[in-house]
């Protein structure tokens, strides 16, 4: 495919530098299939729409906020595409069974999509809770050595 409106795609160096990824970075979404296959000029270069960027700004998010794989990633990015699908589909005059039908595939989505969200907070509880018990831990040591006052507020727990 070849792009009509090459002013409107970035190249592949451009959507690196401006997203701070590498070459191989987006190559590699692209074969995990968190991309799409880009638009090519001739010579066989790549071409990113803004849509492209956008999830790639997505899939950046998700792995700094949630530390989730790349198929969580893929499986996420995905329901939001299929909302949008359903979204743009939907209709008001639409009968209500149809109406119906797309509201729960939407919703169904989106409990997917916050089941993984849960799992990945409980995780991080789970690795709070580790880290909490290992500072009083620590804390009773150095009291055992003499030491009253804690080293550091910030490794207090909030009550």
């Given at each position: 495919m070849t792009?009509?409106?090459e002013d409107a795609y970035l190249q592949i160096g451009e959507v690196?530098?401006?997203?701070?990824v590498t070459h191989r970075t987006l190559?590699?979404?692209?074969?995990?299939?968190?991309?799409?296959?880009?638009?090519?000029?001739?010579?066989g270069f790549r071409l990113y729409s803004e849509d492209d960027?956008?999830?790639v700004?997505?899939?950046?998010?998700?792995?700094?906020?949630l530390n989730v794989s790349l198929a969580e990633i893929k499986e996420m990015v995905e329901a939001e595409e299929l909302k949008s699908q359903i979204r743009a589909e939907y209709r008001r005059d639409a009968d209500v069974a149809e109406r119906r039908e797309k509201l729960?595939?939407?919703?169904?989505?989106?409990?997917?999509?916050?089941?993984?969200?849960c799992q990945k907070v409980?995780?991080?509880?789970?690795?709070?809770?580790?880290y909490a018990q290992k500072?009083?831990?620590?804390h009773g040591w150095l009291a055992q050595l003499g030491e009253t006052e804690p080293a550091s507020s910030d490794t207090q727990r909030p009550s």
């Open positions: 792009a009509t409106r690196a530098e401006r997203l701070g190559r590699f979404y692209e074969e995990k299939g968190l991309l799409k296959p880009p638009t090519r000029m001739e010579g960027v956008r999830r700004e997505r899939i950046k998010q998700l792995q700094r906020l729960r595939r939407a919703l169904a989505e989106t409990e997917k999509q916050y089941a993984l969200i409980e995780q991080l509880r789970a690795m709070q809770d580790e500072i009083a831990k620590y």
